[in-house]
């Protein structure tokens, strides 16, 4: 399925009627004054080249940063300058500085839902030519599905640093004491049914750890797939706006009372980086988001409940699977002025040797998942992912419209919609929905709200956007 053509982000779609040129000047002005507050790096004097890149404040992330002695030893004449910002934050400023031109960054950190849109858009710049004259890169060792979702008209405008889809984490051993079997395909009905009879707020220990944290990234993230099974949509395939049907308003009210009766406590403002310290630190039961949470709560050396763990296919309704497709990957902007040492950079954390670089160097249990077929034969990564290998791959596999929802829709994705839109319309809803999480309102307010900000972008297009 194509992206459809690019339209600049509506800063305000309760009031997105036309397309005038006097609202695109503004809103570039807006990420251009976005982007300018980003304090752009200047290039190195001499023969030392700098780049800049811009990643995700998540745990591999990091571990790349760290192991950046292994890079300087083989790219000695390029420096690299980090710019590290939590998820919202990124995507805020690296899409204001891309869509500006801004120039700040020679490497940028985005996802399978920007990668075509930006290569449309001549945004960032083509990667086959590079990766096929990288001797022994080897773009078709790619997990396909990623692959697919990070190429334009063929060719991969992106590379994936790891690859996700979602499931379900449980505590194996709490279980058994407890007389329960996870079912090989559970519903949504009963894993709210264990969450609650696990849960124990007197001892700080919650039957499920979900996303509350506003952010289209965030809480929308797993909340997307649950409105999926459970039969809704953002959009219909007229492009009517549907946030308020009784599809939706069931799963989000199943969403928001199972954190409220077996949720972790403040799950308003937690996001990932808060379920991974949970559920790692041993206080929750369960937890359901993205595959690459394996990378954190299966590393001995920072979680108690290593080798403690089963896992779980996402959580159904009425479909016959739930989980998303996304992929963190790196991509070169192009208004790079240093686009062999950026490609430099890029190629040496995404390549093989860097999955055993990290295994070796950090530890089996912390190599970035996802990314490609042949991380899965190394011998040590096997042995140490003999729990969720096959469930990371099934699920990633498995992550389609076809069997993860039930209405069709014109948009892709799974747990984002791809329109250029989305950004800010999914982060005004994520705000209603964690506004609903906190007790702040009722979900039928919040709804009636998300539905009031999504029917503007519907309109447009309808009226010859698509």
Known sequence: MKFPPFRAPTAHPDRAG???????????????????ALGGCAPAGGDQETIVVAIVANPQMRDAVSLQDDFKSKHPGVDVKFVTLPENEARAKITASVATG?????????????????????????????????????????????????????????????GE???LVYREDLFK??????????????IGEIARELNDPAKDFAGICLRGLAGWGEVMAPLDTVINTYGGQWFDTDWNAKLNTP?????????????????????????????????????AAMWYDATAMVSSIEDPASSLVAGKSQYAPAPVKETEAAGWLYSWSLAIPSTSEHKDAAWDFVSWMTNKDYIKLV????????????SRQSTYEIPEYAAVAKAYAKPTLDAMYSAKQSTSMVNPVPYPG???VGIPEFQDLGTRVSQQISAAIAGQKSVDEALKQAQQYAEPIAKSYQEGGK
């Open 177 to 190: 004491e407890a007389g329960i079997t996870m079912p090989k395909n559970p519903t949504w009905d009963e």
């Open 247 to 283: 599809e939706v308003k069931a799963a989000v009210t199943d969403y928001v009372d199972l954190l409220h009766d077996a949720g972790q406590p403040g799950a308003a403002t937690s996001g990932y980086g808060d379920c991974i310290t949970r559920y790692s630190q041993g206080k």
């Open 18 to 36: 036309s397309r005038t040129g006097l609202r695109t000047t503004k809103l570039l002005a807006v990420a251009a004054a976005a982007a300018l």
């Open 359 to 370: 295994g070796n160097q950090i530890g089996w249990e912390r190599v970035p998942p996802g």
């Open 414 to 416: 799974l747990q984002f």
């Open 165 to 167: 889809s979602s499931f």
């Open 102 to 162: 801004g120039g700040e960054f020679d490497v940028v950190m985005i996802s399978n839902y920007e990668t075509e849109m930006w290569a449309a858009n001549g945004w960032i710049d083509n990667l086959q030519p590079l990766a096929d004259a990288t001797e022994g890169y080897d773009t078709g060792d790619f997990i396909p599905t990623i692959k697919d979702a990070l190429s334009y008209e063929g060719d991969m405008y992106s590379v994936p640093f790891y």
